[in-house]
């Protein structure tokens, strides 16, 4: 079993446990939703733990604070959220300093402060090997309903917020959730499904069309708009082509919006955002890349998976 399969079966067992009724979301979506006193609250969980999310010689402590912080964040942009506050949990090897915590708490505080996510709780534990981060996060949708992975449409436009690919040389560290730009996308435009980009675009495109019970094409010609300059450094040491690594690699933490209006119709939302057209979805259930010449591959999902 792995790690999707393993979720699909802890949704089945946890479907009719406990009350739902006020739960229209519940495990499967970016964060859970929660309908409280008429408006939507958001709930969502994320774990940072070293030797799998980072490597101690190639973060610094705030680094890591910013990461597992950020990574919660970016869950709630891709909600069209916005975040209420979060409880933080770590369990801290008798390995890293105190000095190296205050660092972890340093990063964390910085991206709290920029986005006005108070930190107001949490645990801390010793862990016998490995640092573990824990981030609870809340948040609410106020002006607009909460943006699903469930939500495209035949004929909408695929966008995403920023270039993809070779993260792991350093983005996946100090990217910026894109909570600003997802406010601007839900106030302005018709976004219809919505996910960030965490485990790969091939994998999270994937996840997006199941939810959505559709396909989709990428056009090929679009998307060399959006290979990042990391995934061609990446390539020359790997050998696979750039391409590759802005389809498959994790942690870029860009947006990917099914959006209601074609490229030509798009209004501009001001400097801070950028919105590259890379696809669209369709209503034959494979996700598909469209070269310039017309022909077609099958585009299998290749993202990180943990098990
Ligand atoms: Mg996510």
């Not at 680094?63 to 801290?92: F, N, T, W, Y």
Request: one cysteine or more; a negative charge.
């Amino acid at each position: 079993m792995h790690e999707f399969e393993f979720i699909d079966w802890i949704k089945t067992y946890l479907g009719n446990k406990g009350n739902h009724d006020q739960i229209p979301v519940g495990i499967g979506d970016d964060m859970a939703v929660i309908d409280f006193r008429g408006g939507h609250l958001l709930l969502g969980s994320d774990m940072t733990i070293q030797g799998v999310h980072f490597e101690e010689s190639q973060a610094t402590a705030e680094q890591v604070g910013h990461k597992a912080l950020g990574r919660c964040l970016s869950d709630c942009a891709a909600m069209g959220g916005e975040p209420l506050a979060a409880i933080i949990s770590v369990a801290k090897p008798v390995s890293l300093s105190e000095e190296w915590l205050k660092g972890l708490y340093y990063g964390m505080g910085e991206l709290a402060d920029r986005y006005r996510c108070p930190i107001v709780g949490g645990d801390t534990s010793g862990s016998p090997e490995r640092l573990v981060i824990d981030v609870a996060l809340l948040g609410r949708c106020e002006s607009n309903p909460p943006i699903l992975r469930s939500g495209a449409r035949v004929g909408d436009t695929l966008y995403v917020t920023g270039p993809l690919g070779g993260s792991i040389l350093g983005k996946h560290l100090s990217f910026e959730p894109r909570i600003p730009q997802a406010t601007l996308m839900v106030r302005n435009l018709p976004v219809h499904a919505m996910v960030d980009i965490s485990d790969g675009l091939s994998s999270d495109l994937n996840h997006l069309c199941k939810e959505s019970g559709c396909g989709a094409e990428l056009w090929v010609d679009r998307l060399e708009a959006v290979i990042s300059h990391d995934a061609r450094r990446l390539a020359e040491k790997t050998g696979n082509l750039p391409l590759v690594h802005a389809l498959d690699d994790g942690e870029d933490f860009e947006l990917l919006a099914a959006i209601g209006l074609p490229p030509d119709q798009l209004p501009s939302l001001g400097e801070n955002i950028v919105l590259y057209p890379i696809g669209m979805i369709t209503s034959e259930r494979t996700v598909s890349l469209v070269y310039p010449d017309g022909t077609r591959s099958a585009l299998t999902p290749h993202g990180f998976r943990h098990f």
